[in-house]
């Protein structure tokens, strides 16, 4: 064989005379031989370009055939093209990889679930083990462990973080401390997965959140195994931004729920407690665009003495959904305030009427009053309508009439003016309060006519006599029934009876104070 200057200093084993075989790496002697015995190739031959390392270089070999049969091979330092190719290639497989973190991260709003992908995730493509830490409970650290190739565990661990370096740093949302100075036998037991074995390598990484630090990340490798580069803790880094703002939306998520579940046990019509002498049951239905709470809304305040009378309200604020479920919170905090007005409905109007109007909303509510007392069998109830509806009296012959109540709406004018009217309730005989959700229910056999004052009073004819429960069941059914599935307000409805049979049960018929009436 022959060589020029540049190939001698390559090659130095190459002489004249001396084997292919000896004097060039075993993938230019498998291509020269490719090249001079042509046909099928065995397994392990290089294709064509062939290429490979001589030393720390990657060069390209290039076979010219001479007319003489023999073979001159040009070689081409590839390294730059190499390690360029290289690191596309590795940039487009994190690039993909933290789309997916990205997309199976933000696929759940529960934070158990994204610390466990997050440690998943990091511990099969980014270290051999890798740790998921949320900021304190109390004086325990919520640590998910997870192993390559196996499942992710969780533990409340009651350790200082700063034993670990850097770590107490990360969980405050400094930057991280870099791999190198952390040393990994100082690492603490806790830190280590059972069986792991000795630890090569350890980085630190913050999981920054909205606003405030998430948690903090921790890669772990095997003693032997090689250390992390500057590149893989920047790509780590990049991946603990991600997962911390996956769990920072988890953890918002959670806090919000936990606050509207608050919100809501305070916003849904109560269970309505025992009124002496008085049957009362209520019935309420969320708009079908919105869950659980809405602008309709009603309240039973039992009297605080034997013989005074208590108050039942039933009331419907401007709007659906959330910002009219606040203001009827503010409205039954206000009234529930002015409960030693109990019998003074203009009163407690123009009071309410004021707070509405110092709130600097724009919302406003209808609502009735109704002041209720037994007077031996009878019950006495006192009606103030403030822009809602009529109350309806059915009495025990199947008649319905209307309470003889007006008023206009409250949080609107600067001034509320109501006429309050007194009905009796023999036994068997009912009022009724509704809101206008059961009127202007649209449906029907064509969908586009509204339930109406007419249907309700007919409907409520026939509940002459029933308890109040079995009026709220009718009247919700039959508006269900007409709606036929489709869209409707908020409904709501509550019916006051007299009972035909009057329980002197002393176990229930005592007043708050504890006295019996």
Same mark, same amino acid.
């Given at each position: ?10 090659? $130095?084993?190459?002489? $004249? ?11 230019? /002697?498998?291509? %020269? ?48 093209? %190499? ?25 759940? @709003? ?47 661990? =009651?350790?200082? /973080? ?11 949302? &400094? ?11 100082? +690492?603490?037991?806790?830190?280590? $997965?059972?069986? &792991? ?42 991946? +603990? ?59 039973? %305040? ?52 004021? !707070? #509405?109007?110092? =709130? ?6 209808? #609502?009735?009053?109704?002041?209720? +007392? ?28 209307? !309470? ?8 609107? @004018? ?5 006429? *309050?009217?007194?009905?009796? #309730? !023999? ?11 059961? *009127?202007? =229910? ?17 409907? @409520? ?16 059914? @039959? ?28 176990? %229930?018929?005592? *007043? ?6």
């Amino acid at each position: 064989m022959r060589c020029n200057d540049a190939a001698q200093a390559l090659l $130095p084993g190459a002489r $004249p005379g001396s084997r292919l075989a000896d004097a060039v790496p075993a993938w230019l /002697a498998a291509a %020269h031989q490719a090249v001079c015995l042509p046909g099928p190739r065995s397994a392990g031959e290089p294709d064509a370009p062939w290429s490979g390392m001589i030393e720390d270089r990657r060069l390209r070999a290039h076979p010219s055939v001479r007319q003489d049969g023999a073979v001159a091979w040009w070689l081409v330092d590839d390294t730059d093209h %190499h390690l360029a190719r290289e690191a596309l290639r590795t940039e487009r497989e994190r690039t993909a990889f933290l789309a997916r973190t990205s997309s199976t991260l933000l696929s759940s @709003l529960n934070l158990e679930r994204c610390m466990d992908v997050t440690a998943q995730l990091a511990a099969e493509s980014l270290a051999d083990a890798a740790l998921a830490i949320a900021p304190a409970r109390g004086r325990r650290l919520p640590v998910v462990t997870c192993l390559r190739g196996a499942a992710p565990t969780s533990a409340l661990e =009651a350790v200082d /973080a700063d034993e670990v370096p850097g770590l107490g740093e990360a969980l405050r949302g &400094f930057p991280p401390v870099p791999s190198r100075w952390i040393d990994p036998a100082a +690492a603490p037991a806790w830190l280590i $997965p059972e069986d &792991f074995g000795p630890v090569g390598a350890i980085v630190v990484t913050p999981l920054p959140g909205h606003g405030v630090p998430a948690g903090a990340l921790v890669l772990l490798r095997k003693e032997g195994s090689a250390a992390f580069t500057e590149e893989e803790e920047v790509f780590a880094r990049l991946f +603990a931004a991600r997962a911390g703002a996956a769990m920072s939306a988890a953890r918002l998520y959670a806090e919000q729920r936990a606050i509207t579940e608050v919100l809501m046990r305070e916003l849904l019509p109560p269970v309505l407690p025992r009124i002496t002498g008085v049957d009362l049951a209520g019935g309420y239905r969320p708009s079908s665009d919105h869950e659980r709470i809405g602008g309709d809304f009603y309240d039973v %305040h039992p009297a605080t003495a034997a013989g005074e009378p208590s108050l039942v309200t039933l009331g419907d604020v401007c709007g659906k959904g959330l910002e009219a479920a606040v203001l009827t919170g503010k409205i039954r905090n206000t009234l529930h305030a002015l409960l030693p007005l109990a019998d003074d409905h203009q009163r407690i109007l123009t009071l309410l009427n004021t !707070a #509405l109007l110092n =709130a600097h909303t724009t919302r406003f509510a209808t #609502l009735v009053l109704a002041s209720v +007392a037994r007077h031996g069998d009878a019950v006495r109830v006192r009606l103030t309508s403030a822009g809602h509806p009529s109350p309806l009296i059915v009495r025990a012959d199947g008649t319905v009439e209307e !309470a003889d109540t007006r008023g206009t709406l409250v949080g609107a @004018l600067p001034d509320v003016r109501a006429r *309050t009217t007194t009905v009796t #309730l !023999a036994p068997g005989e009912s009022c009724v309060l509704y809101t206008d959700g059961i *009127t202007e =229910a649209q449906g029907g056999p064509l969908g586009d006519a509204f339930y109406g004052e007419e249907r309700l009073e007919r409907a @409520l004819a026939g509940c002459a006599g029933m308890p109040a429960e079995g009026i709220v069941e009718h009247v919700q059914m @039959l508006a269900s029934q007409w709606l036929g599935g489709r869209g409707h307000d908020d409904m709501a409805v509550v019916a006051i009876s007299a009972p035909r049979s009057p329980h002197r049960d002393a176990a %229930h018929d005592r *007043t708050p104070d504890g006295r019996t009436a």
